[in-house]
């Protein structure tokens, strides 16, 4: 059964430092990797899909990697900003359907 | 990207009651999902439901409980039946797109609460 874990569950830093957030799966069989955001009361915003034969998918300050064979996504956010604020999901595609993590709850600070 | 809308964005339910929660998106799609996310936890998918045919549940979710209508290629209902306080999550309607390279889309969200 596929597993996905987030690391770190919480983040809080100052405006304007680039960050890493950390997704690791348990099964590298996968079509695809997904990150979203989440704002509080809203639903699932996409930010950036990885397709299992890509290693990285970039959109404006967000970049994020992909090591299959590892089982690990990274997604780096540069210059942060306080409306990066909100929670960020990945989820992974074993098959039609996705696997969710718990999220990262990220915090920017002016 | 689809647009998706659902209604109610919010609910107070009394228990042992029923909450029919709709899904309408701005163009057709062959899939749409139905997940539910409880308090701090994370996203956990209920059924697929493709037009034409049964919804598909997963484990530990059953059709009397969440009964799921797909009348046509861009409309879905979710029912939450005989509701109890456990049932206090958020319901989320989903998409896939697979011109997109098959992005899952999703929908604002239902917040219930059962009393």
């Known amino acids: 059964k596929q597993e996905v874990t987030q690391i770190p569950a919480a983040l809080s830093v100052p405006e304007g430092e680039n960050l890493v957030l950390n997704c690791s799966f348990t099964d590298s069989a996968i079509y695809n990797l997904q990150w979203f955001r989440q704002d509080p009361g809203k639903g699932l915003t996409s930010l950036l899909l990885?397709?299992?034969?890509?290693r990285e998918q970039t959109s404006g300050r967000l970049n994020a990697s992909l090591d299959k064979s590892s089982g690990r996504s990274t997604l780096y956010i540069a210059a942060s900003q306080p409306g990066d604020s909100a929670t960020y999901l990945c989820?992974?595609?074993?098959?039609?359907?996705?696997?969710f993590g718990k999220g990262t709850m990220l915090l920017v600070s002016p | 990207s689809a647009v998706i809308s659902q209604k109610p964005s919010r609910d107070i339910c009394q228990r042992g009651t029923s909450l029919t929660i709709q899904c309408q998106v701005d163009s057709q799609v062959t899939m749409m999902f139905w997940y539910r996310q409880q308090p701090g936890q994370s996203l956990t998918l209920i059924a697929t439901a493709n037009q034409g045919s049964e919804a598909t549940y997963e484990s530990g979710f059953v059709i009397d409980k969440f009964p799921i209508s797909r009348p046509n290629l861009t409309f879905s209902t979710l029912t939450v039946s005989n509701m109890s306080p456990e049932d206090s999550s958020i319901y989320l309607c989903s998409v896939e797109e697979g011109r997109a390279k098959n992005i899952q889309y999703f929908g604002a969200g239902t917040r219930l609460s059962v009393l």
């Open positions: 990885i397709q299992s034969s890509q």
């Open positions: 989820a992974v595609r074993p098959g039609s359907t996705l696997t």
